[in-house]
């Protein structure tokens, strides 16, 4: 792992949750109204310079039952996608990956084309695989995973 610097306290701060969760779903409301022509393509941190492909994934409230869509970093593995619950190296699991854990059968858009997957949580040895490729794909993911305690989980997305 790599050492990177404490994480920053002001962004455990509910006003940058509230604004990131803004900022999704307004990426979600472009990317869908563009085909991912916009949106298709990561440019924060680590993507300025190398752009990381953003995926939509749905997923259902295991509460409340509701639908939600939220765009992810992704990378390919053979036919499966792979994602990552970092959300930015907070102290918990983001609700994506609890509600994909109640409800593994959901659907992904890659630009315009949305497809059926089963989310399975990757075990030690196929993250230890993964993982280097992920933070080859978006460096920013060592950073998050050095900033907590929790492992950060690595999600396959298998065709169904």
Avoid: C
């Amino acid at each position: 792992m790599s050492t990177a610097p404490p994480r920053p306290k002001q962004l455990d701060s509910p006003l940058v949750a509230k604004g990131l969760k803004l900022m999704s779903r307004a990426q979600v409301w472009v990317y869908r109204r563009t085909g991912g022509r916009i949106g298709q393509k990561w440019r924060v941190g680590a993507g300025f310079r190398k752009p990381v492909p953003t995926l939509l994934l749905e997923h259902r409230g295991r509460k409340s039952g509701t639908v939600y869509t939220v765009p992810l970093l992704y990378v390919r593995d053979g036919e499966d996608t792979i994602i990552v619950g970092s959300q930015g190296g907070m102290a918990k699991h983001p609700q994506s990956y609890h509600n994909l854990r109640a409800d593994p059968d959901t659907y992904i858009q890659i630009g315009t084309d949305r497809r059926p997957v089963h989310a399975v949580v990757a075990d030690a040895q196929q993250r230890a695989r993964l993982w280097p490729r992920l933070v080859e794909a978006y460096a920013d993911f060592d950073t998050y995973q050095s900033w907590t305690e929790r492992e950060i989980p690595v999600i396959i997305l298998r065709p169904r």
